[in-house]
């Protein structure tokens, strides 16, 4: 029998529910939990693989200081006193926390209170900088707290869904598919996407705005003085629950609807046609994340939106409201524990004495911040400049993520003291430590997390600790003791920690803070375990409620939201030398540094090199090729080389490459080394989604395509990209031949031994070089080369790892790089639960399968997780207009 375990998925905001059962052989096997509420069962392609992601490959298994294996004691000693050095030395300032939204609200609340209350300072940040900040200080500014005022229903109940900057159907599935299930049922529901990009979001969308960089102030402005001009004001709502109309309008106002579409980049015909929608709706919800959030512009961003929702009183009634969608498992939980450089805790403000005194009372606690610490930017900054002396890195990769990464990257290797708590050892960011401290990841720890709809589920751990990894919540308690502060840090575990956490939301709060979850101070061990999934509040009286705001209540000093006046950023002059847009975000089947999901041949085979999305037109202009190589260069003087990918999808001017390259996958493809480090000035957010670039194409002597059942020692090319298959790994590269020829490349970098036998073609005139090396009937390596983009089916000679080649026919056969006439190739994979590619697809869509539901009978696709039913959707398109499902 398996033993089954109730928890968190550990990847997005959504927080879906997930029970893990772990059988008599260790295997485990995830499946969605039915009765989990943002969920009801469902799981995405990456929270279906999670039992692909835990292999010990990659572990930090053990602490290590200077790169040598040492104790807990040992290491944690040196983290205490190094940390309590530097601050007798050089000030409370000088050592800083950078931390996470994957944390669970435990580890964070600990991380918390030892910088705030125990070390003094306030220089504690987290990668939610980058992804949350805008919404909280927009939250702040309009409802005077970061409370969230809707829930995942309201999309369901919602009869006009606007999606702003985000791209649901791959960055948050779960909830898309929520939200195409109740359009499916109720075809009368609206769905418009507000995105510069047709993203397979933007294939549900009834209107899709292809809104220029930043346009949004504009667009929502000038949506404001519609409603106005039309009527659609609720006066009632205004009147009675919220100050600075009047001037908001005003600054709403100003734009003639030639100027709108000048400044949006989207048509007066559209705009006319989303703002009658809008203003005749009443039930109108309004998600938005990144494109919103990362944005220099970013807090007025989100008060744009906000004043349309306030103006029409649509909040916090059942279908409306706006709803920010956290990105991370845990970025609300952070919020809560005021894990921000500008926040305090449980949602109390930093620059406010009586809150500060509070606090300090209650962890009983010898200093407190007096003011605001270096937002994530600055402190990478500061630790450039030698302000910041000792850093600790929790659960993040900054080296890869923050904005000029090669910047922090220098910053780090500069720094006298860093330490990286991760779970893997050899990310780019743990590479660079003095003391690196092995975590507990997913399945071996506990602790709560909090969802986008403020709702609090438990993770709970399902397999036992890896090696010596301990829990970040641990760590940090263990170095708050060492530091001299033993009572305070005490915790026997996660739900000591969770008690108080849950008691200081409550403490002195009188109904002042949105945030109080009173009915767990206190909580014992037993009923923490059996925690079942909530939404705050949940008062020491048991009351609780779905939404906010649907009759004022805000926490301002007069109870009254704000309008906040917003004005469009006036565009600069256009750079002639960087003429491109970077447009920067996500995929569907990879998280963010791939630490985890790059270990799943499965998620790796939906796209398994970077690439940088351009149009057509732009191309040609550029004598780009479709799969040719091209360099990006920025401002910055740094430059990276991948894959250009044409598709009309994009819009002209722009570019658009994922974030998730790395060091280890794709070391000339980090993208965030040209990303810009200009800020929000408000909110401190990095403007991740608009650097300015110049794109050309980047000639190679060579290009290769590799597969092999060993990850190669060697890689010596300026471009090189790669990806995990079952049975090894496939490799992408381009630049110049090998010193030594491409046999001895081989040989020496992937073959186990001298004595296997390698087979060879060899075209010269044409440059073409072909590898196979086999161990008895197995392929061990296969190697195509050419002067250009190499022509091999990519997922059909990686799948040929796995097979059996009895016969040297059979062996030769795979020279060709493709499967014999007639002989399936699947082409690159679209459904990655049953690994059904797009040539499968377009085949069955031939044989008469016109739509997802009948592609999915037929072969599968589309029918567990359901990720990839907008692609197949878009796949039918191509071919002929869809069949109503
Ligand atoms: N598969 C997958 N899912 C994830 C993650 C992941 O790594 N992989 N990460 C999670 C995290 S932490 C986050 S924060 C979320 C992010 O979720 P999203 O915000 O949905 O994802 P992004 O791809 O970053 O960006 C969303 C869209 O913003 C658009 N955009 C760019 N500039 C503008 C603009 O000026 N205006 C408007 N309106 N749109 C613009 C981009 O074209 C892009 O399609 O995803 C979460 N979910
Ligand atoms: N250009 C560009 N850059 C971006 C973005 C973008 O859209 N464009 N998005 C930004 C956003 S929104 C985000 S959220 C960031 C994300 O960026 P990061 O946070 O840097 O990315 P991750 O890969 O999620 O890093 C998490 C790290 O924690 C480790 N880890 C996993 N679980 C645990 C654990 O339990 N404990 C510990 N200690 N470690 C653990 C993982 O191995 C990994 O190294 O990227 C930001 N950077
Ligand atoms: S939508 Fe996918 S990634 Fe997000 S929590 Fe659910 S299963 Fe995990
Ligand atoms: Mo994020």
Sequence with gaps: MACETRTTCPYCGVGCGVIAAVGEAGE?????????????????????????????????????????????????????????????????????????????????????????????????????????????????????????????????????????????????????????????????????????????????????????????????????????????????????????????????????????????????????????????????????????????????????????????????????????????????????????????????????????????????????????????????????????????IISTNPVVSMPDADAVKAALMACPFVVVSDMQKETDTARLAHVLLPSSGWGEKSGTVTNSERRISRQRAFLGAVGEARPDWWQLAEAGKRMGFAAQFAYRGPADIYAEHAALSAFENHGERDFDIGAHAGIDEPAYDGLAPFQWPLREDGSSQARFFADGGFSTADRRARFVPVSAPVPGEADQAYPFILNTGRIRDHWHTMTRTGKSARLSAHIAEPFCEIHPADAAKAGIGDADLVRLEAVNGRSIIIRALLSERQMRGSVFVPMHWTGETAPSARVDTLVSSRTDPLSGQPALKMSGVCVVRHGAHAHGFLVSAKRPDDLPFEYWAIARTEGGYRVEFAGNPPMDGWENWLRRSVLPDEQTQISSYVDGRAGEHRLLAFQADRLLAGLFVSPHPVSVSRQWAADQLRQNHPSPQARSRLFAGRPAAGAPDKGAIVCSCFSVGVNEINAAAHRGCRSVETIGTRLNAGTNCGSCRPEIRRILQAIQPLVAE
């Design 28 to 392: 485990v096997s995830v499946r969605g939990d039915p009765d989990h509420p943002a969920n009801y069962g469902r799981l995405c392609s990456k929270g279906s693989a999670l039992a692909e992601t835990l292999g010990l490959e990659g572990r930090a298994l053990y602490p290590e200081v200077d790169g040598c294996r040492v104790g807990w004691d040992e290491a944690l000693d040196r983290v205490a006193s190094t940390f309590q050095r530097t601050v007798a030395e050089h000030g409370p300032d000088s050592v800083a926390f950078y931390v996470s939204g994957q944390l669970l609200t435990e580890d964070y609340y600990v991380a918390n209170k030892l910088m705030k209350g125990f070390i003094g300072s306030a220089n504690i940040d987290t990668n939610s900088r980058l992804c949350m900040a805008s919404s909280v200080a927009g939250h702040r500014r309009a409802f005077g707290a970061d409370t969230v005022p809707a829930c995942y229903e309201d999309l369901e109940l919602a009869d006009l869904v606007v999606l702003a900057g985000s791209n649901m159907a791959w960055c948050h599935p779960v909830l898309y598919q929520r939200l195409a299930a109740a359009k499916a049922s109720r075809p009368a529901m609206k769905v418009v996407v507000i995105d510069p990009r047709r993203t397979a979001t933007s294939d549900i969308a009834d209107l899709h705005l292809p809104v220029r960089a930043d346009g949004d102030i504009a667009l929502f402005n000038g949506l404001l003085a519609h409603l106005a001009r039309t009527g659609a004001i609720d006066e009632n709502y205004v009147g009675e629950h919220t100050s600075g109309f009047s001037q908001a309008l005003l600054a709403a106002s100003q734009a003639s609807m030639a100027e709108l579409s000048e400044a949006t980049g989207v048509s007066g015909m559209v705009l006319r046609q989303f703002f009658t929608l809008f203003a005749e709706t009443r039930k109108v919800v309004t998600c938005y994340s990144q494109g919103i959030n990362q944005s220099a512009v970013g807090t007025d961003k989100v008060n744009a939106i906000l004043n349309c929702h306030l103006a029409t009183g649509r909040i916090g009634r059942p279908g409306m409201g706006p709803l920010s969608l956290t990105g991370q498992p845990n970025a609300m939980g952070g919020r809560e524990v005021g894990g921000l450089a500008n926040m305090l805790a449980a949602h109390m403000a930093i620059e406010n004495p009586l809150h500060r005194a509070r606090v300090q009372r209650f962890w009983n606690a010898p200093a407190i911040a007096e003011r605001s610490g270096l937002k994530a930017v600055e402190m990478f900054q500061a630790v450039a400049d030698g302000r910041i002396k000792a850093i600790w």
